[in-house]
T-cell receptor, first 110, second 116 residues
Framework: GESVGLHLPTLSVQEGDNSIINCAYSNSASDYFIWYKQESGKGPQFIIDIRSNMDKRQGQRVTVLLNKTVKHLSLQIAATQPGDSAVYFCAETQSYIPTFGRGTSLIVHP | DTEVTQTPKHLVMGMTNKKSLKCEQHMGHRAMYWYKQKAKKPPELMFVYSYEKLSINESVPSRFSPECPNSSLLNLHLHALQPEDSALYLC???????????????FGEGSWLTVV
């Protein structure tokens, strides 16, 4: 069936490095994508979104890239900080309800 | 800080107990959601309310009973739960369903439920 998944379950980086978290999706009808950050013991926090008519969107220290040809989504975090340590979920929306991917645990080493 | 408030933050209940989880939002959103999240797993959709009417029930067992008293409040009534129902229960809201161009869902901090 259709699914949203992540390539890497855990990503370890050094403080100050750039981080790239990847997400693959299989539903070609998906038209809206969201990245969420979930810190330990908290609910998912909206980070950034992108519509299917765009291929790049930038926020504060974060950039989301969408490649519809290969059904791939990525989240880039610039100058990663210890406070960025969390689980990151991508979610794709096709019928207004997001479906979440597996999640990637980002560990930032000081 | 999230504008979706959930209470209680932690709940321990026996398998014969009846309890409720509560959720409130004051963003004027007309769609509200319940998700269940097990450790190290993504959130799984349980129910969706749109304009105070149940829109989606993802084949959730009847021991979970949602209620939407008004557009700002969402409850989840719990009865005769099993230990495997222990999880983080997340409430969320969005402006409404059927928005073209995207439906951003905002989550509360969740209620940690332990069934003993």
């Amino acid at each position: 069936g259709e699914s949203v998944g992540l390539h890497l379950p855990t990503l370890s980086v050094q403080e100050g490095d750039n981080s790239i978290i990847n997400c693959a999706y299989s539903n070609s009808a998906s038209d809206y994508f969201i990245w969420y950050k979930q810190e330990s013991g908290k609910g998912p926090q909206f980070i950034i979104d992108i519509r299917s008519n765009m291929d790049k969107r930038q926020g504060q220290r974060v950039t989301v890239l969408l490649n519809k040809t290969v059904k791939h989504l990525s989240l880039q975090i610039a100058a990663t900080q210890p406070g960025d340590s969390a689980v990151y979920f991508c979610a794709e929306t096709q019928s207004y309800i997001p479906t979440f991917g597996r999640g990637t645990s980002l560990i930032v080493h000081p | 800080d999230t504008e979706v408030t959930q209470t209680p933050k932690h709940l321990v209940m026996g398998m014969t107990n009846k309890k409720s989880l509560k959720c409130e939002q004051h963003m004027g959103h007309r769609a509200m959601y319940w998700y269940k999240q097990k450790a190290k797993k993504p959130p799984e959709l349980m129910f969706v309310y749109s304009y105070e009417k149940l829109s989606i029930n993802e084949s959730v067992p009847s021991r979970f009973s949602p209620e939407c008293p008004n557009s700002s409040l969402l409850n989840l009534h719990l009865h005769a739960l099993q230990p495997e129902d222990s999880a983080l229960y997340l409430c969320a809201s969005s402006q409404d369903l059927g928005r073209t161009g995207g439906n951003t869902i905002y989550f509360g901090e969740g209620s940690w439920l332990t069934v003993v």
